[in-house]
């Protein structure tokens, strides 16, 4: 399995407690920037400054494009970017399709973690509910002398949200002077999406695990905590009732400070 060197920004002082976190589908370590920020310069008298890297994964933000992907291999690129730092007692954070690269991890490599955190993802397969974004994402008019605006107004007959609008749009960059594209690899992304929505792999993680639900979203439900609990067995579920799948983005304070609870 041959894996890329991944983007990262590294945030706080060197030595202390490691923090790595994994965005979801779609998104970048962008996502992450004001939360790893806190984090590592914390506003909070008292609070420990932790040694955070946000992380691109394959396919996304500034990493390289590839011609394959799944968690095994999302996986093996973040455990070579923590084996080449020596990194070690690492809290590892991953959101929705971060979390499941996170939890592939955490099969692989249980003795590099202190613990992991997972946002809003369960470990099972999940349903395709990103078939209208992939088509407006490849049906978007780059060409040229188009701008974000056209961008925005063709994202926006397709993606009803404008949260999730934006949160798109975040992606765009100018590749040439007159010229926009993606960052993420949407051919790629399209092609393996069966992938990124399967299950992981039935191994047990006895890793420390915090799974943190959004109340407002269907990622995690009810009856997936048996399951969760049987196959990550020292693992707890928190809910934040009004959250919905972005978790981080709405609940940021108590995302922080659960990260900061198991740096302690």
Known sequence: MSTVDL??????????????????????SDNWASIGKEL????????????????????????PHTDATSYPIMAADVHALITSLGLHDVILVGHSMGGKAAMAFAQQWPHLLKQLIVIDIS?????????????????????????????????????????????????????????????MNVELL????????????????RVPTLFVRGGQSDYIVREDVPAIREQFTNSRVETVPYAGHWVHAQAPDDVIQWIREAAK
Request: without cysteine; aromatic residues 4%; charged residues 25%.
């Open 7 to 28: 983007h990262y920004r590294r945030l706080g002082p060197a030595g202390a407690t490691p923090v790595v976190i994994l965005h979801g589908l779609f998104g970048s």
């Open 123 to 183: 470990p099972k397969e999940h349903a395709n509910n990103h078939a209208h974004i992939i088509h407006a994402l490849r049906t978007a008019d780059l060409s040229p002398g188009q701008g974000r605006k056209q961008a925005e107004a063709h994202i926006a007959q397709h993606v009803k949200e404008p949260g999730v609008v934006q949160f798109l749009l975040k992606n765009l960059y100018w590749k040439e002077d007159d010229r926009l594209a993606w960052r």
């Open 40 to 63: 590592a310069e914390p506003s909070t008298p008292g609070a420990t400054a932790l040694d955070v890297l946000l992380v691109d994964l394959r396919d996304h933000g500034r990493s």
């Open 190 to 205: 399209e092609r393996e999406l069966p992938a990124i929505l399967a299950a992981i792999g039935p191994e047990t993680v």
